[in-house]
Structure formats: C-alpha cells, structure tokens
C-alpha cells in the first residue's frame, strides 16, 4: 500500500522515569498536517529527535488530563513562544474531550502571558458520553469515550486515502475501543501492565489482542509499557488472543501502513 502517511512513536512510556521510555506520545504525518498525541514528559525532545520542532504541529490530540500526557502542554506552549519559534508559529488546534477549554483556562490563571498564544491555538472539544466526528483539512478524525477517567476518549484518523489509525489513550476493555478500531490500517493499543498484574483503567496483551481480533485491526501496535512489562513476554501474551500484525512500540519507532 502506498500512503502518505507514517506514524512515529515519541515515547513507548508512561509515567514512571526511563531512560528507554518517554512518556506515551507519538506523531502522524499526513498530507500537509502533522498531527501530534499527547504531550507528555519527554516529548519535545522526542520530537526534535525526529526531526520536526514545535511550530511544526498543526494539530495536538490529548486524549485524557492525567499529567503523563499533558505534563509538557504548558511547557510546549511556553517554548513555543521563545526561540524565534513564535515568529514562525500557525494556527494550531488542540482536539480533545469536553471541559478541555477549562483546564486551558486554569493554566492561563497560572502561567499568564507565558503561554498566551495569541490567538493562535483554537480548542476543538469532544463529546465525553458519544462519537463525534470532526473534518479537517488532511484528514477526518471520530472520537469515542474511553473506559479510563471522564476526560479519557480514544481518536480515528482517517486520511483521504482512506488509510485509518486509531488511538485508545488510556483504557480498559470496552466496547468502545472495538468501534473505534474497527477495520482499522493501525491501532494503536496501550498496553499497561502484563496479564497477571491487570489493573482497573488499563489493558493487557491479551486484553489489547481481544480488541485487535474483534476490531479486525490490521495491525496492532502496542505502547504505554510500565516497567512490569519489561519483566515478561508481551508478545507472547498478545498471542494468546490474537494472532496478526504485531508490533511493540518503541521511541522513535517509524511505522508505515
């Protein structure tokens, strides 16, 4: 298949510091659109290692508030304003659930002027309880709730190729997840903590291996590793549900559908 679209993992990671691991984020390329989700600790720097600077993105996607994925948005928006980037600045949108503007104004009260974008970032919010569905310029983007905390949805991008990549966030097994990944190119799966050691709001292999199979995902690509999960076989956990296109993620992996 040939697309225009890639998909570079940023941080495999999750909250707990790792020299391998930086918290989950990663970054589609499609069209003339550079699509970043979640920002948390380590993702800038992931990012210039990737070759792009913050200016870059023209679209953040935060698919819940915990810090390990919003812990760098004010950060980004400071730095965004320093360094000659801000000359260079575009409008950029920030997509995430309902009550984002909110916590965007709580971080206005503290940090004022240093994150001030002048009116360049525009807040598009998703519905918390449903599917929406959202057109932009490259691409197409449904969002559903996740099983994880109330801000918690999972987004599709689709591109006018029609190439798909879905992306949980945070979860633990719904349905949703499956609607949202179905006869999807990519899903992009956390995969928290092994099988013994499930914990409420979040997956394991086996778990992230059901939605793949009921999804009918192409290709399963499992992130959000805590360190439990360097003790197993996360491939062979996955396998034990599902059995196609299997990648576990890495910082600054390059996937292409």
């Not at 691991?21 to 989700?37: P, V």
């Not at 023209?58 to 965004?80: K, P, Q, R």
């Not at 798909?164 to 949202?180: I, P």
């Amino acid at each position: 298949m040939t697309t225009s679209l890639s998909v570079t993992i940023l941080g495999s990671g999750t909250c707990v510091p790792s020299l391998r691991r930086s918290s989950c984020s990663f970054l589609i390329k499609t069209g003339r659109s550079l699509l970043l989700f979640d920002c948390g600790a380590g993702t800038m720097r992931r990012l210039l290692e990737a070759g792009h600077i913050l200016t870059d993105v023209t679209h953040l996607f935060i698919s819940h508030t915990h810090l390990d994925h919003v812990g760098e948005f004010a950060s980004f928006l400071f730095s965004t304003k320093y360094g000659g980037f801000f000359s260079k600045r575009t409008p950029f949108t920030v997509i995430a659930a309902r009550g984002f503007a909110s916590f965007m104004t709580k971080n206005d009260a503290i940090y004022g002027r240093w994150i001030d974008m002048e009116g360049m970032l525009s807040i598009v919010e998703c519905d918390n309880e449903d599917r929406n569905h959202r057109s932009f310029s490259d691409f197409d983007c449904i969002s559903f709730p996740m099983n994880h905390i109330d801000s918690s949805v999972g987004f599709r991008i689709t591109t006018a190729e029609g190439i798909s990549v879905a992306y949980t966030g945070d979860t633990d097994y719904c349905d949703a997840a499956v609607a949202l990944a179905a006869d999807c190119d990519i899903l992009v799966c956390e995969c928290a903590f092994p099988d013994d050691m499930k914990r409420e709001g979040h997956l394991t292999p086996s778990l992230a291996g059901t939605i793949a199979v009921r999804s009918r995902a192409r290709h399963l690509v499992l992130t959000h590793f805590y360190p439990e999960c360097e003790t197993v076989d996360i491939a062979a956990e996955c396998r034990k549900t599902y059995q196609g296109k299997l990648t576990l993620a890495e910082d600054m992996m390059e996937i292409i559908p």
